[in-house]
Structure formats: structure tokens, C-alpha cells
């Protein structure tokens, strides 16, 4: 079976929310799963996983959470190779507040991964979403689990879900 690595980029914690549903279905040990702030050392840490499952709120002008800064710096600069893995992304916006960059956090992350040769898997239709304009949407998906707990919250469990079942039909289980 395949390594899972869950990191994540939290404030709030709706991201969070989202990586321990993950852990909970594809049972991830607890040190797989990497708090960005808090337990995030070095770009090596990414590479131990076959699967990582990335999320990041989303900030200012679709900015991911700070602590994915210098991790994304690095992946770009210093051409690291993530050829071979798969890649899945999560997160928290707000569709309302700032509508104009709902979730593009995934957007980024998406471009950076994908970018240094990681297969992105996990996309969902935007069908239910209401949002002026994201970097997370890709030929007419997201290309992750987008929650907006401010304005959509009864929504989020049943998005969770879901994104995981397209999940694990993915990575066959």
C-alpha cells in the first residue's frame, strides 16, 4: 500500500477538520500527519510519502497559509523532483467575503506540485459552489476539497465525504 503524508497549513482550524477526516478513512499514523506551523522541517519530510494529501486556507489575494511560503519557495527554486507521487489538496476560503479567490490556495499548491511532476488526483465538480473566481478551478472542477465554513458549513461534512470517495476510487480502495 501506498505511504500517505497529510500536511497541512492551518488557522482556523477547517483545514484541520479536513486532514483528520483523511487520517480517519485512510488510517494515517499520527506522525504522518504534519501541522506546517508546527511540526514542518524540512521539503525531505514531503518526499518520504507516496500519496500527499496538501491543504492550506486560503489568504489575502488566494495566498496560501504563511507557513507554505518557504516550502513552495524551495520546491520552485531548488527543482525538486516530486515525479511519482500523487498529490491531493483541501482547504478553507470564504465564497462570500472573498469570493474573487475562494480556495485559489489549492490552486496554488496544485501548480507547484504539479510543476515539480506530481500527479494531482482528488477533483470535484464545482456543481453547489458559489464563488466569483478561484485558482482551485480547472476545466470546470476544483481541483481539491474546498470547505467554506463561514458561509456553507451545513455543506462541509457531506463535501468531505465525498472528496473522499473519489479519493479512494482513485487510489483503488
Not at 457531506?158 to 476510487?169: F, G, Q
Request: net charge negative; charged share 30%; glycine share 12%.
Amino acid at each position: 500500500m501506498s505511504k500517505i503524508g497529510i500536511f497541512v497549513g492551518t488557522a482556523g482550524g477547517t483545514s484541520m477538520k479536513i486532514a483528520e477526516a483523511l487520517a480517519e478513512a485512510f488510517d494515517v499514523e499520527e506522525d504522518a500527519i504534519v501541522n506546517m506551523e508546527e511540526d514542518f522541517d524540512e521539503v525531505d519530510q514531503l518526499l518520504e510519502y507516496d500519496v500527499l494529501f496538501l491543504g492550506s486556507s486560503t489568504w489575502g489575494q488566494g495566498d496560501v497559509h504563511f507557513s507554505w511560503v518557504d516550502p513552495i519557495l524551495e520546491i520552485e527554486d531548488d527543482d525538486v523532483d516530486f515525479s511519482g507521487k500523487k498529490v491531493a489538496f483541501f482547504g478553507a476560503g470564504d465564497s462570500k467575503k472573498h469570493g474573487e479567490h475562494f480556495c485559489s490556495a489549492l490552486g496554488k499548491l496544485h501548480k507547484t506540485f504539479t510543476g515539480a511532476g506530481a500527479k494531482a488526483i482528488g477533483f470535484i465538480p464545482k456543481d453547489g459552489y458559489s464563488y466569483e473566481f478561484s485558482l482551485a478551478e480547472m476545466d470546470g472542477k476544483l481541483c481539491g476539497c474546498a470547505i467554506d465554513e463561514h458561509n456553507e458549513s451545513d455543506k462541509s461534512d457531506e463535501r468531505i465525504e465525498l472528496w473522499i470517495e473519489t479519493l479512494k476510487e482513485e487510489l483503488g480502495g
